[in-house]
């Protein structure tokens, strides 16, 4: 049993428990006293247990069994704590923000939104072995991720580690003010599975900005050093030894099991243990130190609970589903959440001005940065849990714009990252695009300010519009076609075309400056939508009357060029040179899956337009599985030989969205009848697919196969895998 006191790392063994009873015998003197605290207990526990139902389990060898006594403490609901937070780009907000989980590539990390910043992260494994936890890894004998998190004030993980042998709680909760960003507590809870082997505990803590000390105090250790925003202090409480040393790469850690520096970046704390264990890190910023603001113990147990149940609650209000699975999508997605400072790369050997990006991330254990293609879809869920949030990253992201008005697709800041990426994809080529995702909640934003000039969005707008409008210009000087207003993707190597964000999908063999890309054009076509409509909310009438414009000749454009009256579709343009025979090359690639929809997706094409029939019917029939839209048909990979079984024919989730979606919002379904039956179709079968494997595996999978609904790749993959939650809650 744990005190309410200071922690101890470890079970505690029989010959201490029968001490325990012995020292705990009342006197005689006192039985009238205890006979009182009986009666007094008796009644506070029914008080108690209302309170802290949700209080932590035993199973981790929690406080649980005290905590009944602590009753619950006082703090703000969800509501109070977000507004209190003020807009996105004012100091209230940067204060409020200052710390949170922001280390995706470690199973449990925090730190702050500052270029050098002090770290702590949580290492676990075999001492003898040194097989060490520590960076997520593509791994199937480890399940983990947030299953509560709300981006803001706390957040709760559970990680089950089969080679370990290990079941663990990691949770935080944070306690800023608007001085130096606050402090905040952080907690690890386990339970071992098998207690034959003892197992290694290991907080470490690192600076990125000078040195930090370590000093012994009663039952544990201080930890002191200092950022920009002010010193700190972080107690550890529990017996452990402590490693001191100076390392090159203060973000990795190389369990050591000894070192004394005297100036020392990375200090880390080790325990061996058996059975069930706490670990708990104070972490108090120089205003709030020894004014008893943190919670530890039985009141951190019932605050946590405490916050688990509001946001359950504010779950199924914002979200419309009280269900586990989407609430561990969304926090997974949001608790993966990264900050990062440093340099970036480019293809012709120059670097990069230093740049800071705060962003989501496709999965923590394979790809922990962040996607420029992938960010877009990230937002459309993080805006209806926090649209402060959404903004926050968005304007993240365009800061990553170059003076040309490029973004760099892949965002490597700095060695960290860095260390995650096989090197032929570190550097970036200046004219390589990514589909402009980030403008779909965007438009989002100006549509709402638009219907509900109430809504606060008129100042973000403002903010973003020089950027959008440079980063507009720039598509239509890079990925220009060879005709008036169409458009082929730069970057085409081989069967591949990265750029694009479908990998493997098969594109037009000849690799010709004729050949075009139906795909791009229609998501040029969702920009100058986009920047029509952002165009009239920030009053810029002559840039609205000149986007409409462009939207009128880029849909013409889509139809003369991109049409094929034989089969009633779109497609790319081949570009192919006339056959040897002398007779013309096919005028339109043949192939059936994603590129064919885009028109589609993007609202491109009007809902009562008489080619929406035959395209919906072939998706219904080419494409539609059991589980949601296949990527490529059939027959099409047939014709195709040259491919990685990525994009040709898995079932991705980010476009099968975007054609729910699109059914709803554009009046495809209102307008059409079979359109009508295809959504009915496709969205429960995508929600069943999802939530079968979840209960398959415990994980969310990048793509699906599309014959068995199983998950494929990387896993787990929360991030535009989380669509899932809009999908359940627009059901």
């Known amino acids: 049993m744990k005190s309410r006191g200071k922690a101890k790392v470890g079970s505690t063994d029989k010959k201490s428990k029968k001490q325990a009873a012995v020292n705990a015998q009342p006197t005689k003197r006192s039985l009238s006293r205890w006979v009182f605290a009986l009666i007094f207990v008796t009644a506070v526990s029914c008080i108690g247990m209302i309170i802290a139902t949700s209080s932590t389990s035993d199973e981790y060898g929690s406080w649980g069994d005290l905590c009944w006594l602590a009753g619950s403490p006082g703090i703000t609901t969800y509501d109070d704590a977000y507004n209190q937070r003020g807009e996105v780009y004012s100091n209230t907000y940067n204060k409020t923000m200052l710390w949170g989980s922001y280390r995706p590539q470690t199973y449990f990390g925090i730190?702050?939104?500052?270029?050098?910043?002090?770290?702590?992260?949580?290492?676990?494994?075999?001492?003898?072995?040194?097989?060490?936890?520590?960076?997520?890894?593509?791994?199937?004998?480890?399940?983990?991720?947030?299953?509560?998190?709300?981006?803001?004030?706390?957040?709760?993980?559970?990680?089950?580690?089969?080679?370990?042998?290990?079941?663990?709680?990691?949770?935080?909760?944070?306690?800023?003010?608007?001085?130096?960003?606050?402090?905040?507590?952080?907690?690890?809870?386990?339970?071992?599975?098998?207690?034959?082997?003892?197992?290694?505990?290991?907080?470490?803590?690192?600076?990125?900005?000078?040195?930090?000390?370590?000093?012994?105090?009663?039952?544990?250790?201080?930890?002191?050093?200092?950022?920009?925003?002010?010193?700190?202090?972080?107690?550890?409480?529990?017996?452990?030894?402590?490693?001191?040393?100076?390392?090159?790469?203060?973000?990795?850690?190389?369990?050591?099991?000894?070192?004394?520096?005297?100036?020392?970046?990375?200090?880390?704390?080790?325990?061996?243990?058996?059975?069930?264990?706490?670990?708990?890190v104070v972490f108090e910023?120089?205003?709030?130190?020894?004014?008893?603001?943190?919670?530890?113990?039985?009141?951190?147990?019932?605050?946590?609970?405490?916050?688990?149940?509001?946001?359950?609650?504010?779950?199924?209000?914002?979200?419309?589903?009280?269900?586990?699975?989407?609430?561990?999508?969304?926090?997974?997605?949001?608790?993966?959440?990264?900050?990062?400072?440093?340099?970036?790369?480019?293809?012709?050997?120059?670097?990069?001005?230093?740049?800071?990006?705060?962003?989501?991330?496709?999965?923590?254990?394979?790809?922990?940065?962040?996607?420029l293609w992938d960010e877009g879809f990230h937002q459309l869920v993080i805006a209806r849990w926090d649209p402060h949030l959404s903004q926050d990253v968005i304007l993240s992201w365009l800061s990553q714009m170059t003076e040309s008005g490029w973004i760099p697709r892949e965002q490597i800041r700095g060695d960290e990252p860095r260390s995650r990426v096989p090197r032929e994809f570190v550097a970036q080529n200046p004219n390589f695009a990514n589909p402009p995702t980030l403008l779909i909640q965007v438009q989002n934003f100006a549509l709402e300010q638009q219907t509900s000039p109430t809504e606060p969005r008129a100042t973000f707008l403002n903010l973003v519009w020089p950027r959008l409008t440079k980063w507009y210009t720039w598509f239509r000087e890079t990925q220009s076609g060879n005709s008036t207003n169409t458009f082929k993707w730069v970057g085409k190597k081989g069967y591949h075309l990265l750029t694009c964000g479908l990998d493997d999908y098969p594109r037009s063999k000849c690799n010709t400056d004729g050949e075009k890309h139906v795909d791009l054009l229609s998501w040029m076509i969702l920009m100058s939508d986009t920047m029509h409509t952002i165009a009239e909310v920030v009053g810029d009438t002559t840039s609205a009357t000149s986007y409409h414009a462009d939207g009128v000749a880029l849909r013409e454009a889509l139809r003369e060029h991109h049409f094929d009256e034989s089969r009633g579709i779109y497609a790319d343009v081949s570009g192919c040179a006339p056959k040897k025979d002398g007779k013309p090359s096919r005028k339109h690639v043949s192939f059936i899956g994603y590129v064919t929809l885009f028109p589609l997706l993007t609202g491109a094409i009007k809902a009562d337009a008489p080619e929406v029939t035959n395209i919906v019917d072939i998706v219904s029939t080419q494409l539609l599985s059991d589980y949601g839209l296949r990527s490529l048909s059939k027959a099409s990979l047939k014709k195709w030989p040259r491919h990685d079984n990525y994009w040709t024919g898995p079932i991705w989730i980010n476009l099968n969205y975007m054609m729910v979606r699109a059914l709803r919002i554009y009046g495809y379904a209102d307008a059409n009848e079979h359109a009508n039956e295809l959504l009915k179709q496709l969205q429960p079968r995508l929600i069943d697919a999802i939530s079968n494997e979840y209960q398959r595996t415990g994980k969310l999978w990048e793509n699906y196969d599309p014959d068995t609904g199983h998950g494929r790749g990387t896993a787990p993959f929360t991030g535009w895998t989380s669509l899932v939650v809009l999908l359940m809650g627009e059901n």
């Open 111 to 280: 730190r702050s939104r500052e270029e050098k910043s002090f770290l702590f992260s949580f290492a676990w494994g075999y001492l003898a072995s040194r097989q060490i936890r520590y960076t997520t890894e593509d791994d199937s004998s480890i399940v983990f991720g947030w299953n509560r998190h709300d981006g803001s004030t706390f957040g709760s993980q559970q990680i089950t580690d089969l080679k370990h042998r290990v079941k663990l709680e990691t949770s935080f909760i944070k306690y800023p003010n608007p001085t130096d960003g606050g402090s905040w507590v952080a907690r690890i809870q386990g339970r071992q599975m098998d207690t034959t082997r003892p197992l290694l505990l290991s907080p470490v803590f690192s600076s990125q900005d000078g040195y930090i000390t370590a000093d012994e105090i009663d039952n544990g250790y201080q930890i002191k050093g200092q950022t920009a925003t002010g010193k700190f202090v972080v107690t550890v409480y529990g017996d452990y030894k402590a490693v001191s040393r100076n390392v090159k790469d203060e973000w990795n850690f190389q369990f050591s099991g000894a070192g004394k520096s005297k100036k020392a970046n990375q200090i880390h704390l080790f325990t061996e243990v058996r059975g069930s264990f706490t670990v708990e």
């Open 285 to 371: 910023s120089e205003g709030d130190h020894g004014k008893n603001i943190v919670e530890r113990g039985c009141t951190y147990s019932n605050s946590l609970a405490m916050r688990k149940e509001q946001f359950e609650r504010r779950f199924q209000e914002k979200m419309g589903s009280a269900e586990e699975m989407p609430m561990y999508a969304m926090s997974n997605l949001i608790g993966g959440m990264g900050y990062w400072h440093g340099t970036g790369l480019i293809d012709d050997g120059r670097v990069m001005e230093a740049q800071e990006l705060f962003s989501a991330v496709p999965s923590r254990s394979k790809f922990p940065r962040g996607f």
